[in-house]
């Protein structure tokens, strides 16, 4: 079994759409660690809703580009995610992306793993810190929880939304 460890952020309808994403991920594998859920503010283009972000650890027999490229675009297509060309930063009811596979290091299409958003960008690095913080970085040679530990919530402006639930239990 591969261990996938995935960002999710949604600011269109977040409250349906992240327990739907992660639903949807149970039909690819095991959904085995689910982050808490916690908002903030949009990157790149200020002019639109906060975001929600969390982290999902899916056990799963599908390789890495097959999770990428098969089933993240059909739940992402099934989420009705629109793709902005001219805007990378703009709304969306969706985004999944493996932030982590196994212990590996590579590229899929313009995805690099480890994502290198880990390291800067706290709505990553915090949710894959609850999921695992004792996984080592493999390029920086830290745990999760150490790279978490680098960044101020409170300061980056960002906010536990324990009123999200992702998965039923």
Known sequence: MNRAYLGLGSNIDPEANLPAAVAALADYGAVTAVSSVWE?????????????????LL?????????????????EQRLRRVRDPNNVNAARTIDIDISLFNGDVFTIGHRRIPDPDILT?????????????????????????????????????????????????
């Open 40 to 56: 903030s503010a949009p990157v790149g283009f200020a002019e639109q809703a906060n975001f929600l972000n969390a982290a999902v």
């Open 59 to 75: 056990e799963t027999e599908l390789s890495a580009e097959a999770l990428c490229l098969d089933a993240i675009a059909e739940i």
């Open 121 to 169: 960008r706290v709505f990553l690095a915090i949710p894959l810190a609850e999921l695992d913080g004792q996984y080592v970085h493999l390029e920086e040679g830290r745990t999760l929880a150490e790279i978490a530990g680098e960044f101020d919530i409170e300061s980056a402006g960002m906010r536990l939304r324990a009123d999200v639930v992702l998965l039923d239990e």
